[in-house]
C-alpha cells in the first residue's frame, strides 16, 4: 500500500510537470518562424527549442498565423515579445501583417512590439529583420494578454503637421504631474503616405535638451528617433521613474516625419481584478 502510494504521487507530479511545459509550449509562438523572406537566409530549429536565423540586410524571419487561411485577431493581447539567447549584434526589427514595426538597437535582448492603440484584428504574418548581416538565436516568442484598462488623460490637442522634419510642438512641465512610472505616454496621428519614403518617424525628447526619454530608448535609432508602420495611429512609451521626473520639470517636445499629430494623452493603467467582467476595475 505504502509503495502504491508513492506511485501515486509520482505519477501525479509528472503529470503536473507535463502540463505546465504543455502550457509552456503553447505560450511560446516560436515553432511558427520557420520561414524566411530571402532564399539566401537561413533558419534552423535548434535541440534545446531556440532557433538560429542567419540573417542578411532587411530579410525576414517570418511566422504565419493564418487559421484555415484567415487572419487571427489579437485584440486581446498588449503585444507580441521576442527573446534572444543572446544580446543582439545589430539592430532588428519586429514588423507586423507590414502595418506595425517596432525597432530595436543593438545589444538588446528582448523587443516587444505592442498592438495597444492599433487595429490588430487582422493579423497574419509576423516577421523579424536584421539592419546587417548577422546571426539571431531566438528563444522564445510570446503574447502578453491584456490584463488592464487604460484611462487616457488628455495633456495636448491640436494638429501638428511635422513634414520633414519642420513642425512639432512642445507640451508644459504641469501637464506631467500626474504621471507616474508605468504610465504611458499616447500620441494619436495619422501618417502621410503621400510625401513619405516608406517611414514615418517620432523623436521625443525633454524640452530643452537633445535627451531623448528613456522609455522606449530600446526602439530608437542612432539618431534617438523611433520608427512606426505605415497603418499605425497610436505611437506609446511607457515612462520610466527618471522620465517623470525629467518631464515634470523640463516637459517635452515632439517632432517628427511627415505625420499629422492631433492629440496627446497620459494613460493611467487599472488592473482588472480577476473574475472581473471586462470593463470593471
Known amino acids: 500500500m505504502k509503495k502504491l502510494f508513492w506511485l501515486s504521487?509520482?505519477?501525479?507530479?509528472?503529470?503536473?510537470?507535463?502540463?505546465?511545459?504543455?502550457?509552456?509550449?503553447?505560450?511560446n509562438l516560436l515553432s511558427k518562424f520557420?520561414?524566411?523572406?530571402?532564399?539566401?537566409?537561413?533558419?534552423?530549429?535548434n535541440e534545446d527549442g531556440t532557433v538560429t536565423y542567419r540573417a542578411l540586410p532587411w530579410g525576414g524571419l517570418v511566422g504565419s498565423f493564418k487559421v484555415q487561411n484567415q487572419p487571427v485577431d489579437w485584440s486581446g493581447h498588449e503585444g507580441i515579445t521576442f527573446e534572444f539567447a543572446e544580446p543582439t549584434k545589430v539592430a532588428v526589427q519586429v514588423m507586423i501583417s507590414d502595418q506595425l514595426r517596432t525597432w530595436g538597437k543593438a545589444g538588446i535582448t528582448s523587443l516587444t512590439c505592442s498592438f495597444d492603440g492599433q487595429n490588430?484584428?487582422?493579423?497574419d504574418e509576423v516577421s523579424l529583420q536584421a539592419s546587417d548581416t548577422t546571426v539571431i538565436i531566438v528563444k522564445r516568442v510570446t503574447l502578453s494578454p491584456n490584463d488592464a484598462v487604460w484611462?487616457?488623460?488628455?495633456?495636448?490637442?491640436?494638429?501638428?503637421?511635422?513634414?520633414?522634419?519642420a513642425n512639432g510642438f512642445v507640451i508644459k512641465p504641469e501637464k506631467f504631474e500626474t504621471a507616474h512610472e508605468g504610465d504611458k505616454l499616447e500620441f494619436i496621428f495619422t501618417t502621410d503616405k503621400a510625401n513619405a519614403h516608406n517611414y514615418w518617424i517620432f523623436k521625443t525628447v525633454y524640452s530643452g535638451t537633445g535627451n531623448t526619454l528613456e522609455g522606449n530608448d530600446n526602439e530608437l535609432n542612432e539618431w534617438g528617433c523611433a520608427s512606426v508602420g505605415k497603418e499605425s495611429t497610436a505611437h506609446?512609451?511607457?515612462?520610466?521613474?527618471?522620465?517623470?521626473?525629467?518631464?515634470?520639470?523640463?516637459?517635452l517636445f515632439v517632432n517628427g516625419f511627415f505625420m499629422n499629430v492631433t492629440q496627446c494623452n497620459?494613460?493611467?493603467?487599472?488592473?482588472?481584478?480577476?473574475?472581473?467582467?471586462e470593463g470593471t476595475y
Open 151 to 165: 484611462e487616457a488623460e488628455t495633456v495636448w490637442e491640436g494638429e501638428c503637421n511635422m513634414g520633414d522634419w
Open 236 to 251: 506609446r512609451i511607457v515612462l520610466t521613474a527618471s522620465d517623470v521626473t525629467n518631464l515634470r520639470e523640463k516637459g
Open 266 to 277: 497620459l494613460l493611467h493603467k487599472n488592473y482588472m481584478m480577476p473574475g472581473a467582467d
Open 34 to 45: 520557420n520561414s524566411t523572406w530571402n532564399i539566401y537566409e537561413k533558419v534552423e530549429q
Open 120 to 123: 490588430v484584428k487582422n493579423i
Open 9 to 27: 504521487i509520482l505519477a501525479l507530479l509528472t503529470a503536473c510537470g507535463t502540463a505546465d511545459k504543455t502550457s509552456e509550449d503553447e505560450q
